[in-house]
């Protein structure tokens, strides 16, 4: 296989991971008939914690760790679990009722859709060298 087919088959690869999981995240409050609404008391209870934190080392790893990044597989694993932390604060968010739920449902929906794979998309820099999301990586 020659490298413009790989280098294609690796896009899709991770933009079919994207999609089916962030199409999980919206899709499931619909299937399912959870409401999005608040109701209850507006306190930012502990349970909101559950929430945010899973988020926040996600979006610490997608600005952070992975630009940096230089070669394809890690930076595909590190992409994977940045998504499944922020599918899972969606997750816990739908699950355990925290108040201000349309807020915090949104905010892990924006979660994972800062990690669209656009970060793959490889253009060689004035030293003629690759560079995947800004980082030099090995070509292959």
């Known amino acids: 296989m020659n490298s413009g087919k790989q280098s294609t088959a690796k896009q899709i690869v991770w933009w079919l991971t994207w999609a089916v999981l962030t199409g999980h995240l919206v899709l499931l409050p619909l299937l399912l008939g959870i409401r999005l609404s608040s109701s209850g008391a507006s306190e930012f209870g502990a349970r909101v914690v559950f929430v945010v934190l899973p988020l926040a080392i996600a979006t610490g790893m997608r600005w952070l760790v ?13 992409f994977l679990g940045g998504l499944i ?9 739908l699950f355990l009722r925290p108040p201000h739920r349309t807020a915090l449902y949104c905010l892990c929906v924006l979660g994972m859709l800062q990690f669209i794979p656009l970060l793959i998309l490889k253009k060689p820099n004035r030293g003629g ?7 030099p990586a090995e070509s292959g």
């Open 66 to 78: 992975l630009p940096r990044v230089g070669s394809a597989i890690p930076a595909f694993f590190l």
């Open 85 to 93: 932390l922020a599918d899972m604060s969606g997750l816990m968010m």
């Open 129 to 135: 060298l690759t560079t995947v999301g800004g980082t």
